[in-house]
């Protein structure tokens, strides 16, 4: 069976406030396109169709669009909620779509309600894991305390025992939208932390025949059977190096993978370019960059006057500045920003308590900040659910 694994589309979003929805919709096109030249069997779309829980009507029209080309090809589809999406949202009419070859899997209680499909080697079962806030879903899972590896465990639990009462040699495919060990981000993801663990082991999902995954933008393999095909577009210049791609998935009669990347449509590369502001203008080195979208970070001691207006006649697409001075090692104001880079803010609440007492919190003042923290995003997340 051959499958197209994509994920992270972000319908709606921006690029520094330039809009994406032209490029987004010519990646529409070059999925179609791409199903109808591969003769692809199913698409699989791990989570984030949306880039918000209340997406906007461009967004919407899109998403309406893609589905009734997909639909029209005949070929199946199963699409899982990630954690931009409203679940809830994503999910209105999914039992009148289901019937037109498209499957929306937004509920955690149907995890073990797999879209079943066959070809000449036998059934395949898809089964659909949007992703699962551990705050929201304890209580479906029957879990008195959990973090993201105890909700995906007890979901793929959930998942091999529907697996095991199957005709034997069924194969298996599993979608799911979290972030799993080894895996590498970039800064356009939101942070799914709870209780200081974002990570799962990629053992979680042992037993199935492939795992396509959402919620990291680099297409990347952490196994031969357990992949990320990473966003379609680059939405953050963290991206700029990214071959942004979908995974071609042959799945063979025995559940071996076979497996290669179809790159994506590109619609301005990206670059990040640094130094002094006469030097960037000037350095022919950055010549191949005048047609890219621009990140440039400034050294310059002092703030140049009107940096962008300056930068702009010779990269008319640049879009970010960052003001990096160079400073001498002991200067204090060079290592404030980097002492906070990269860490979470229940690392840098745990700093404020050294801080203003001159030592760190116990154990159980860090079990409490822990669950603020996790109180915080389980409000957050039942309020973009809702």
């Not at 304890?138 to 973090?147: C, D, M, P, S, V």
């Not at 357990?226 to 991206?239: C, I, K, N, Q």
């Not at 001075?325 to 803010?345: H, I, K, M, S, W």
């Amino acid at each position: 069976m051959r499958l197209l694994h994509t994920s992270d589309w972000h319908l709606g979003r921006s690029f520094h406030r330039v809009g994406l929805l032209d490029a987004q919709a010519a990646f529409i096109d070059h999925l179609v396109a791409t199903v109808r030249a591969e003769r692809i069997d199913a698409v699989l779309v791990a989570g984030d169709v949306y880039d918000r829980a209340l997406p906007s009507l461009p967004a919407v029209e899109l998403f309406d669009d893609a589905l009734h080309r997909l639909a029209a090809l005949g070929v199946p589809t199963v699409m899982i909620s990630g954690n931009h999406d409203s679940a809830r949202r994503l999910g209105v009419a999914s039992g009148l779509i289901d019937r037109a070859g498209i499957h929306l899997r937004t509920d955690p209680a149907g995890c073990a309600t797999p879209v079943v499909l066959a070809d000449a080697h036998g059934p395949v079962a898809l089964y659909g894991l949007p992703y699962l806030e551990p705050a929201l879903v304890r209580e479906e899972f029957a879990l008195e305390r959990a973090g993201h590896t105890e909700v995906l465990s007890a979901a793929m639990a959930r998942v091999r025992a529907d697996l095991s009462a199957r005709p034997a040699g069924t194969r298996s495919v599993v979608l799911a939208h979290a972030f799993v060990a080894g895996g590498a981000p970039s800064d356009s993801e939101r942070d799914i932390t709870v209780g200081g663990v974002a990570a799962v082991p990629a053992g979680v999902f042992d037993g199935v025949d492939y795992v396509a995954l959402g919620h990291l933008h680099g297409s990347q393999t952490i196994n031969d059977r357990v992949r990320y095909s990473g966003s379609p577009l680059a939405y953050s210049f963290s991206e700029a190096d990214h071959r942004k791609s979908m995974w071609l998935v042959d799945l063979g009669a025995d559940g071996s993978v076979a497996a290669e990347r179809i790159d994506c449509p590109v619609p301005r590369p990206l670059a990040r370019i640094r130094g002094r502001l006469e030097n960037l203008l000037d350095d022919p080195a950055h010549a191949a960059h005048e047609d890219s979208w621009v990140e440039a970070t400034l050294t310059d001691p002092h703030r140049p006057h009107e940096p962008m207006a300056r930068l702009r006649k010779r990269f008319p697409h640049a879009l970010a500045l960052v003001f990096d001075p160079e400073r001498a090692d002991a200067d204090p104001q060079a290592t404030y920003a980097q002492r906070l880079r990269g860490r979470t803010d229940r690392q840098i609440a745990e700093d404020f308590v050294v801080h203003v007492r001159g030592r760190g919190p116990d154990i159980a003042e860090r079990a409490v900040l822990r669950d603020a923290f996790d109180a915080v995003r389980g409000d957050a997340a039942r309020t973009e659910s809702d």
